[in-house]
C-alpha cells in the first residue's frame, strides 16, 4: 500500500491548473517510473484512495484505467497491482531529477562540430546578409496565385510530391533560367527541392562517398560546408581571389577532388565573380578528373548592380553535357522561409540521380510549387525583379558612401557586383567577433568574416564584416553604419 510519504505526494497542491484526475494520473505514472511504487505494489481500492485524498472516486478511476491501458498497472481479482516492468525491476527509488547528464548518451562529434559552427542572429535586423526586402515582395500577387492553385487541388497535391516536383514548375524554371542566366535544360533536368541546402545535400550524398574530397571556396558559404562534412566528405578549402575560387597546378595532382563547390556568379562572401577563364579551365579539368562541379547560383536574381554590363551566363551553359549539377533558389525574389529551391543536373544522369532523390527525400509543397509557377509564367516575378534591381543599387550605393566616410582608409569594401551584401575588410583592425558582438547589442547584425573562412596555416587570417542591405532603407543606412563604427571602437 501507499506510505504516507507518497500519499501526501499525491495529494499535495497544483499550480498547473490540470484537473485533479489528470494530475493524480501523471504522478502516480512518475512514481512508477522512478521506482517510489516498485513492481507488484498493490495499490488502494478506488474508493479508498479518493477517500485519503478528498476527491471523486470518478478521477481515481480514471487514472487507474489509463495507467491500466497504458501498462504500468494490471487488475486482477486481488486487485489493482504495479506491473513488473523488466526495465525498471529492481531499480532503487530516486526522483527522475537526480538522473545525471553523464548518464545520458551524448550527441555525435558531427552534432558538436555543427553547433560550433551554427550561425545565428537575427534575420530581419539590418545588416543580416541574406534576406531580401521582405516587405517589398508582390504579396498580393502571390495570395491570388495560392488561392488559385488551391481552388483546382485535387488528391496528388495534397499526398506526398512528385519527387522532380510540380511539372507546371519545373518547366516554368527551364524557360526562366534558359531565358536570364543561359542555362540549356528540359523540365526533365529540372529538379525541385526544399531549400538549397538540400540540394547541396543531395549533390554530397548523390555524387560522392564518405572520404572523398571535396574542394570548398575558402573562405565559402558556412552550410555548403557543415552539409559535405556531415556527409562524411573529406573538404579541402581552396583560397579565393579577386577571380573566384583559385586552386594551384598542384592541387589537382596532389588533392584531386570528387566535388568542387562553386559560387561564380557572386562569390559568397567575397563577392567577386569567377573569370570566364577559370569557368572554362574548371569545366576542362574536371573532365579529366571525372569530379563533379556544383555551381550554386548565389544570388544570380540581382546582378549587374554596379555595373551595366551584361553577367556572365551560367556555366552550366558553356557545356550542357558536363558534370555539372546547377543550384538555385528563388528565395531573394519570393521570401527564405517558403524553401523552394532546384537543381539541373546533366540531362544523361536524370534517371539516376532522380531515382537517389526520389530515396532520400519526400516531396511536398505542391500548391506553393503550383503558385510559384504562376508568377513565373505571367511575369509577376521578372517585374518584381526589375522593379527591385534599382532600389538595391541605390541602397548598396549609399551604403559604399557611408563606410568609406566612417572607416575611410582604415578599411575597404569587396563586392556588389550582384547579390544584397558588401563585405567590408577590417586588415588592422579589431577582432571581428567581438565588433559583431557589440554591433549586436546595438541593434545591428553583422557576420563576421572569420567565421566563413578555415584558418590555413601560413596564410593571413581574415577579418572583417559581411553587411546584407536587403532589409535596410537608404535612408537608414548612415545612421546604422554610425552605430556600426561605434561597434568597432568599442571592440578595439
Known sequence: MLDSHLLAALAAPDLTGLPRQELLYKRLKAAILDGR???GLRLPASRQLAADLKMARNGVIH??????AEGFLTADRGGTRVTQLPGLARQPAMPSEAVTRGARPELSQRASDLAARAVTGNAWLPFSPGVPDLASFPWAAWSRALQRAWSGVTVRQLAYAEPGGEPALRQAVAHYLA??????CTPAQVFLVAGSQMALDACARLLADPGDVVWLENPGYPAARNTMLAAGLTAVPVTVDECGMAPSPSLWETRPPRLIYLTPS???PMG???SLSRRLDFLQKSASTASWLIEDDYDCEFQHLRHSRRPLPAMQGLHPAAAVVYVGTFSKLLYPGLRIAYMVV???????IGEGIAALYRGGLAIEQQALATLLENGTLTRHERRMAPIYRGRQQVLREALTEAFGTSAT???GDAGLHLTLHLVNGPPDVAVAKHAAALGVVVRPLSEYAVQVPGQQRLNGLVLGYGMVDAGQIPALVQRLAAAVSRAA
Open 37 to 39: 511504487l516498485p513492481g
Open 63 to 68: 487514472a487507474y484505467q489509463q495507467l491500466l
Open 179 to 184: 531565358a536570364r542566366r543561359g542555362v540549356v
Open 266 to 268: 557572386h562569390q559568397y
Open 272 to 274: 567577386s565573380v569567377l
Open 346 to 352: 546533366p540531362p544523361w544522369a536524370v534517371g539516376s
Open 413 to 415: 569594401i569587396t563586392g
